[in-house]
């Protein structure tokens, strides 16, 4: 089952679709010579927007959840990834270790570990799952509704290395965020392969590192297959130490949006885009979802703040912002919003699902921490595209072109790390 | 739908499964490491033969057709086999040519070559289809009863490189094993990277190189999960220069033969099996199928020699024979025999199906010509072991193990590659 496709959108998204079919062999080269310059991000699930004029995606999530959601038939897909990535980083491994959010009280969250700890034994592996936090003192049996069942364990370290008990793995696998700051225990480790690396995580990236690279990358992509960049890229503007208490500051960030909000409306005009342009203010730092609030009148934008960005997030109120076109999602199942999400193992797209949300418009921004959310596996054998077939009428081809966008943010993602890796030695 | 499978079968086939699923980490790992070292070749397939107590396989086939008989469910592994196949040999790569057999008026064989077609266009090449045979003179289009179309053309050379009109491909792929021998046309190319190389076509391969490989590998392999390697390994013995029209060497050979069913029915003994042994006697030389004959009594050898074995291949009376352990067919599809073919596409197992044939034997060897045989693919979700299951009862174990089986020949095809490398340096 694949949800309906607003295909009635004619326009530049059937065009995009059409080029990126055309250009199928140059995409697929260009990236095969991007990935021998560039690590893959281990993993990374990414958020697509589809407006039905432009595509987009919103973020690159390095610590990605939810592989339960994908169905069973790429689940072979999603091992063979394993393998490669595996074989690549460290070939002469035996063990695996998962250190698990510390999320463990949502069967939801406890079924991805599941899942990730399959793919992984599947794939050869040695699979433990530990946990660093705190609450998880001794071995904690799980059980899964569908009778799957599990153990966490307390992480421990000694000679600098982690593992839980009889159990020393060559390779942890963080799918975690460490959102509230990366913990020593996690530090300075002793030849063991921490991924992703301890840079990627929640309090040490800004968000505008991964969008500049995306950035360039989308400037590249665009001249590859010959379309208008802006297609795939929505603008951007940071506004630094923007202080939410002070008046002088709201005006100024009144007045980023405002002209964000005359960037876009002069974008759609050349398009012929009859949409309501509007905006989304971030925070710099800060987890995906939260710190976001969409804006269509800058007007809005004092009275709002602080309500609803700044007590959700309960940080400072000096802060760098993001000020960014916003991207409508235009999919459709029924009549609720269907939001693609793509997962990728390594350098290759694996699967992927809709966020159905039964109660949203078409501005709302992802919630991840969001429970009125359906996922819906994208169909296993809709992942390879079909050429010849008109635009905007094969799932195939629009799942391939999701594909692509979402290896392009992964892309970006690899170039944010590359970039931001504190151990990487200057060249010149 | 899977066939059934001989469960009732109590005994080694069984341990040996355990055994194989318990030892999932360390295999993959061995894998991994022995992948490292040694390049696995383009693609192959591998006839597996499962006699209940013993597994085998009973070659590597490096041209391997029949692609079109894996079932769609699997073709997003074989894409992304293909992706990493591709960025492995040649990154830069825009253009596929594959060379296709000269039985261009089989619909099946067509259909394999839309298959590959398919999978490397999908995999991002351009791709063409040319032949070598002088019938093809011009480009011949291809319609097939489902509706594809494509176009045979003929390969052209110019400057050390060959081609089809227009188009100048950086990799070549034979899905022809030259059994009538190397053509000129192919020889001493021009920075054109030729898989598999000319050295693995069926006039110049020698089955021993390939069995000796094996032979070592399953000793290693035995070693690493703790079996017996007979469990997995025919005997082979093998006489050079025998003139098949001398009395004299008959005699030896008849001996040969005896000699090994006496072995065979010590090995029978000391595992407890009641079955009847028989000897598989092959030329070393020729294609997979062809100058074979099963022999359960020496004494028929003489007599049915020169009537089924020479005259079918119309070959020299003097040859290189093989004298191997036969192993056989047990599984079962209601009534008829059920051989399970294993296909990879460089290190991964993306898929397989059953040859079930109507009318066999256990002890037919295969007859790739045979044209009574109904292909079955291997469902896609049972390609993942399934660990905690009885052994004998999971379809999921049972193709793991096949799989499994069907990489170490692959394996030893790499290390019979590497020995017959015309252009290997020497090492010391």
Redesign the interface.
């Known amino acids: 089952m694949v949800p309906h496709l607003v295909t009635a959108l004619s326009g530049p998204i059937n065009e995009l679709e059409q080029r990126v079919l055309d250009s199928?062999?140059?995409?697929?080269?260009w990236?095969?010579?991007e990935?021998?310059e560039h690590t893959p991000p281990f993993y990374t699930s990414v958020d697509v927007r589809n407006a039905g004029f432009k595509l987009a995606p919103l973020n690159a999530n390095l610590f990605p959840s939810a592989w339960h959601n994908l169905s069973?038939?790429?689940?072979?897909?999603a091992?063979?990834?394993a393998?490669?990535a595996?074989?690549k980083i460290c070939?002469?491994?035996?063990n695996l270790l998962i250190v698990s959010d510390s999320n463990v009280h949502s069967t939801f969250y406890l079924s991805n570990l599941a899942q990730l700890q399959q793919i992984f034994?599947?794939?050869?592996?040695?699979v433990r799952i530990g946990s660093i936090s705190p609450e998880v003192k001794t071995t904690t049996p799980i059980e899964l509704p569908d009778g799957r069942t599990f153990n966490i364990e307390p992480v421990t370290r000694a000679n600098g290395r982690i593992g839980v008990a009889h159990f020393d793995p060559c390779t942890i696998l963080l799918n975690n965020d460490l959102h509230t700051g990366v913990p020593g225990i996690l530090e300075d480790l002793h030849q063991q392969h921490l991924l992703p690396p301890l840079h990627a995580s929640a309090t040490i990236r800004r968000k505008s590192n991964l969008y500049k690279a995306y950035e360039e990358l989308a400037k590249r992509f665009g001249k590859l297959i010959g379309i208008d960049p802006w297609l795939i890229n929505p603008m951007l503007e940071h506004l630094n130490g923007v202080d939410t208490a002070a008046e002088h500051d709201i005006v100024t960030l009144a007045d980023a949006t405002d002209a964000m909000l005359s960037k876009i409306k002069r974008r759609y005009k050349e398009f012929g885009i009859k949409e309501k342009p509007f905006v989304v203010v971030k925070l710099e730092h800060g987890r995906q979802g939260s710190g976001t609030m969409t804006v269509q009148d800058p007007k809005q934008l004092a009275s709002t703040l602080q309500r609803t960005m700044f007590k959700q997030s309960g940080v400072s109120s000096v802060q760098d912002i993001l000020i960014q076109e916003g991207v409508l999602t235009h999919e459709r199942m029924h009549d609720a919003v269907a939001e693609p999400v793509v997962y990728l193992m390594d350098r290759?797209v694996v699967g992927g699902f809709y966020r159905v949300h039964a109660h949203s418009g078409v501005q709302d921004d992802v919630k991840l921490t969001d429970s009125t959310y359906v996922p819906l596996a994208f169909a296993?054998?809709t992942?390879?595209?079909q050429?010849g077939t008109r635009p905007g009428v094969s799932a195939p081809n629009r799942f391939y072109m999701y594909g692509v966008i979402a290896r392009l943010a992964s892309l970006a993602a690899s170039y944010e790390l590359e970039a931001t890796d504190p151990d990487a030695e200057l060249m010149d």
Do not use: C, D, K, S
Request: overall charge negative.
């Open positions: 199928m062999p140059a995409i697929e080269r990236f095969r010579l990935w021998m069973p038939e790429v689940l072979p897909l091992v063979q990834a393998m490669a595996i074989e070939p002469e491994a035996r034994h599947m794939a050869g592996l040695n290759y296993e054998t992942r390879l595209p050429p």
